[in-house]
């Protein structure tokens, strides 16, 4: 009975390690100022891997900065573009040329479109 108690103990602390490491690893890739992209790359590896394994995923904005085809960083104007096209934001990885559709928020799209009035006039 003792050996079950540890075992749990232990799965227990086996989540903890992984959900503080993963928070780790995403304030790595939320940072902007990448010079080195094979740092991304692998930051953005043991993200996924670490989410298939112990079944903890990174925030919805930082996992959309991961391409999940083949596993790379998606820095904006290195190694993804980003358009806005008919509500959405196509964000195309440059490695794979996977294209990753996020829909606009009515409330993002209104302010897009009042900067670009005010921009206009």
């Known amino acids: 009975m003792s050996n079950s108690k540890a075992k749990n103990k232990y799965s227990k ?10 928070l780790f690893l995403s304030n790595i890739l939320n940072e ?15 993200i996924i891997r670490l989410g298939k394994r112990h079944g903890i995923r990174a925030k919805k904005n930082k996992y959309n900065k991961i391409c999940r085809t083949c596993q790379s960083s998606m820095i904006p104007g290195k190694s993804s573009r980003i358009r806005i096209s008919n509500g959405f934001i196509l964000n195309t990885c440059m490695t794979c040329q996977r ?15 009042d900067k670009t009035s005010t921009i206009c006039n």
């Open 13 to 22: 602390n086996k989540k903890k390690n992984a959900s503080k490491a993963m």
């Open 32 to 46: 902007r100022n990448f010079t080195q992209t094979t740092l991304a790359d692998s930051v953005a590896k043991s």
């Open 99 to 113: 294209i990753y559709r996020f829909r606009l928020d009515n409330q993002d799209s209104e302010k897009y479109n």
